[in-house]
């Protein structure tokens, strides 16, 4: 399996502001993705992060508001940008490894926007 | 896109009684099937997994079984214990691209 490092693991913000989520993966996975759980729900996908190109977003998610970035096939970085409380959620990393054919999670990051 | 629908939304068993989820996915090409096991606080963990080649597949007490014709896979636990209570959550997922989850089953062992 792959180990996933989310940093920072939980942080509280201040609305207005941005926050960017780190993910490293300890091995080079060709797929990486970003969910969000808010708070009693399940996971929704906001993007894959594509390594030397720009993410893939999906339906209601935008990258002036998340904005992505993957400069290698371990790394991958999520902001939050211009927060509101509406924002306080899980953010989890999460990789396919080929190696496994599975998919893994990162252990999140609690976010909560006062 | 893709859809997932999972029920129930909270089941309740007596402990050693089983459990079942059931969910349903709407796109045909979806071929990796993953449960998921969400405890308070915590990430979600992989439980039991299963592919479109194979029709059921079986880890101790948790066991998966798929009908592609129908778009239905479910999960069941046996002998179900405590340590069982937790929020599930089936997926479907084309090779690992665009995992879509399920909406999640509460489930509750009453000792």
């Known amino acids: 399996s792959a180990v996933i490092s989310q940093k920072p693991s939980r942080d509280i913000c201040q609305r207005g502001t941005s926050l960017t989520i780190q993910c490293q993966v300890d091995s080079q996975v060709t797929m990486m993705f970003w969910y969000r759980q808010q708070p009693g729900q399940s996971l929704t996908l906001i993007a894959t992060?594509?390594?030397?190109?720009?993410?893939?977003?999906e339906s209601g998610f935008v990258i002036d508001k998340f904005p992505i970035s993957r400069p290698n096939l371990t790394f991958s970085t999520l902001t939050v940008s211009n927060m509101s409380p509406e924002d306080s959620s899980i953010y989890l990393c999460?990789?396919?490894?080929?190696?496994?054919?599975?998919?893994?999670f990162g252990e999140g990051s609690w976010l909560t926007v006062v | 896109g893709e859809n997932v629908e999972q029920h129930p939304s909270t089941l309740s068993v007596q402990e050693g009684d089983s459990a079942v989820i059931k969910c349903t996915y709407s796109d045909s090409a979806s071929n990796y099937f993953p449960w998921y096991k969400q405890e308070l606080g915590k990430r979600p963990q992989l439980i039991i997994d299963i592919r479109s080649n194979v029709g059921e597949k079986k880890d101790q007490r948790i066991a998966v079984t798929l009908n592609k014709t129908a778009k239905h896979f479910s999960l069941h636990i046996t002998e179900t214990q405590p340590e069982d209570s937790a929020v599930y959550f089936c997926a479907a997922s084309k090779g690992g691209f665009k995992t879509i989850f399920g909406a999640g089953t509460r489930l509750f062992v009453k000792a």
């Open positions: 999460s990789v396919w490894t080929d190696s496994g054919n599975t998919i893994y």
């Open positions: 992060a594509n390594q030397g190109s720009e993410a893939t977003y």
